[in-house]
């Protein structure tokens, strides 16, 4: 029977278990050598990180062919415009060429999310808001570098479902195992 691992990996924790110098990796908070990490997460960003011992599920969920939606809070910098929403959801041209169409929305702060250690630069002259973005792609920096093509950088990025499966009310470092 498949073991599936949600995890609600922590802010500046690397997605392998490889000691990599002084940078935080899983092997701090999962001590299972079956696991595999199904789809990668920026050590500069949170959230949901699926892991599992399913060579097939790892494949379905991290491979980008089967186009699985990857929902994401984004805090950025400024106040998003209805253009750059429509930006958003038409797709952005970045350097490696045009994104699929995005689902873009304005959120307020998601309830029950945890403090962050170091919090995000404030600025009092500049606000911020945040965007729900859900995305069926998986290049790299992906959802950071759309913002930024927008003129609103991400200050801080949560993934908060990929698939079916939710973050939830898991804590930083908190994991739940499926079987």
Not at 15 to 35: I, K, M, N, V, Y
Not at 36 to 51: F, P
Not at 82 to 108: F, H, M, W
Request: charged fraction near 25%; avoid cysteine.
């Amino acid at each position: 029977m498949a073991t599936l691992v949600l995890f609600n990996k922590p802010f500046q924790v690397l997605s392998q278990f490889r000691e990599s110098g002084p940078r935080h990796t899983l092997s701090a908070f999962l001590h299972d050598p079956s696991l595999r990490v199904a789809g990668r997460l920026d050590y500069d960003s949170e959230g949901l990180l699926l892991l599992s011992d399913d060579g097939q599920l790892v494949q379905k969920i991290s491979n980008p062919r089967f186009k699985l939606e990857k929902t994401y809070w984004a805090q950025v910098e400024g106040e998003p415009t209805a253009e750059a929403l429509e930006q958003l959801r038409s797709g952005v041209i970045l350097n490696d060429g045009k994104t699929l169409p995005a689902k873009a929305r304005l959120i307020e702060e998601p309830l029950n999310l945890w403090s962050r250690d170091p919090p995000i630069r404030y600025r009092a002259n500049i606000p911020t808001r945040w965007l729900e973005l859900t995305i069926s792609e998986g290049r790299n920096r992906q959802v950071r570098r759309m913002t930024a093509a927008v003129n609103f950088p991400t200050l801080r990025l949560i993934r908060a479902r990929v698939g079916e499966w939710s973050l939830g009310e898991l804590k930083p470092g908190e994991l739940i195992t499926i079987k």
